[in-house]
């Protein structure tokens, strides 16, 4: 079965500093990752994803993402945080392995950047 | 770019009453999923279709059904509603391609059930 974990629930950052989502995996086959953003009251929006290739994956609004198969992480990061950026960001995963098609989400961490 | 289209988006019920959730994917998408997120909670997969027919089932409940039709809309139809069905209802498309495309999501409909 496929399954992801979001340690925190909250992440705290001063506007300008770097940030770090965490989000590791377990998946039986090579996994296929996303990370969505959802803002109050809304859909989740898409912000990037990891297929195959190059390990740092870059998404929308300037955040990345590290795939790393030894530690089944993909940490979600940004160099320069913005109090625009606060929202709650989901990590998931579709494992290939399975056919399934349907994502399975993390639990969410909630993001909260101060000006 | 069109967007997923849930309708409506609000929607008060009172217990033991009847909802339909109403999808409609971005054009050319073939795929549609439903998903279900309780206050504080990540999105639960309910159900999903390609090509109008089931392809793949999680936890939804045997008082929910769903279809997709030859317009590939997709309704979600609850009956017997209770009161911890209240819950913001997803509806994502996707194109298929392979596995590794992403899926886009509507808006949501916020149920309350009183």
């Known amino acids: 079965a496929q399954s992801v974990a979001q340690p925190e629930d909250q992440v705290n950052v001063a506007e300008g500093n770097p940030l770090t989502v965490k989000c590791t995996y377990s998946v039986s086959g090579n996994p296929y990752l996303f990370w969505y953003v959802q803002y109050p009251n809304r859909g989740l929006q898409f912000l990037l994803k990891y297929i195959t290739g190059d390990n740092l994956v870059k998404g929308s609004y300037g955040f990345e993402a590290e795939f790393n198969k030894s530690q089944t992480s993909f940490h979600l990061k940004k160099p320069s945080a913005l109090v625009s950026d606060s929202a709650l960001y989901f990590c998931a995963v579709r494992d290939p392995g399975t056919g399934r098609r349907a994502l399975t989400f993390g639990s969410g961490t909630r993001l909260q950047v101060q000006p | 770019a069109a967007g997923v289209i849930q309708s409506p988006r609000h929607l008060i019920k009172e217990k033991r009453e009847t909802a339909t959730l109403k999808c409609y994917p971005i054009p050319r998408h073939d795929t549609v999923y439903w998903y279900q997120q309780g206050p504080g909670q990540d999105p639960q997969f309910l159900i999903s279709?390609?090509?109008?027919?089931?392809?793949d089932k999680g936890s939804i409940p045997d008082r929910f059904s769903a279809q997709q039709f030859s317009d590939y809309h997709s309704e979600l139809n609850m009956s017997s509603l209770e009161l911890g069905d209240s819950a913001l209802y997803f509806c994502?498309?996707?194109?298929?391609?392979?596995?590794?495309?992403?899926?886009?999501f509507g808006q949501g409909t916020r149920l309350t059930v009183v």
């Open positions: 994502a498309s996707r194109q298929i391609g392979g596995l590794n495309t992403e899926a886009f």
């Open positions: 279709f390609y090509e109008k027919m089931q392809s």
